[in-house]
């Protein structure tokens, strides 16, 4: 991933104070539809002074977004990258870019080799994200991964994640040229306004995708990258 400019006026600091804390878990809890359980302060706290990485990112003094990641398995050099928001009057400019740029950074610094993470895969500008522009490694299909959630995002929905891996000192994974594709499952364009104007269509893309991802895993495939027209495309390892 190359050097990504910070825009004028924000910036990225550590989570150090109560106060801090706080305002954080208020701002995930914004960017989830209201869910205050996301990231409770208390755990928030815990984690970033057992010295996780937990950051406020921000638009001058106003904090409007926040991530959250924690250390694995010492033999592993990894951490899990367990969550990340901006507010919706600063999504769309670049700063979940600004985010993982200097998320990377800090897991450099200290030795740390992998970021792992998991998205939906139904949501297709996660999936460009992670694929097509940082080059993410798929590791895992993960059905229903965290049971039901009460927030604004996920409520009545079943919590499938795709599981990928962020090699930070290698190039990024390249899309896999048309000769390598055996299959490709494509997903909507734009999960989040179906899910609130046809909710029945929504859940039948979720069985859908995931009734296709699990066959093609079964026999053999891997998911190699995506494509916006086409959506996953599926290779042999």
């Known amino acids: 991933m190359g050097e990504t400019a910070t825009p004028p006026g924000i910036g990225i600091r550590p989570l150090d104070t109560v106060e801090e804390v706080f305002r954080a878990s208020e701002v995930l809890a914004e960017v989830w539809g209201g869910d205050r359980g996301g990231m409770p302060p208390n755990l928030l706290r815990a984690l970033a002074h057992a010295g996780n990485y937990a950051v406020g990112l921000y638009d001058g003094d106003r904090m409007v977004g926040a991530s959250v990641a924690f250390f694995a398995a010492p ?4 951490m899990h990258s367990h969550i990340t928001g901006v507010l919706p009057d600063h999504q769309s400019q670049g700063l979940g870019r600004v985010l993982k740029q200097h998320q990377r950074e800090w897991a450099l ?9 998991t998205f939906d895969p139904l949501v297709a500008r996660n999936a460009h994200f992670n694929l097509r522009v940082l080059g993410t490694r798929v590791t895992e299909y993960l059905v229903n991964h965290y049971g039901p959630m009460d927030d604004g995002v996920n409520r009545g929905d079943e919590t499938d994640r795709i599981m990928v891996s962020w090699a930070l000192a290698a190039p990024p994974v390249p899309t896999p040229p ?6 490709s499952v494509e997903i909507p364009h734009d999960i989040e306004t179906l899910r609130r ?7 039948a893309w979720r069985i859908r995708v995931r009734d296709e991802l699990v066959a093609h895993l079964a026999q053999g495939l891997r998911i190699g990258g995506f494509d916006d027209a ?3 495309l599926l290779v042999r390892e």
């Open 75 to 78: 033999a592993t050099r990894s």
């Open 109 to 117: 610094a200290r030795e740390v080799g992998h970021i792992t993470w």
């Open 178 to 183: 048309a000769e390598r594709v055996v299959a």
């Open 197 to 203: 104007e046809a909710p029945t269509d929504a859940a």
């Open 230 to 232: 086409r959506g996953y």
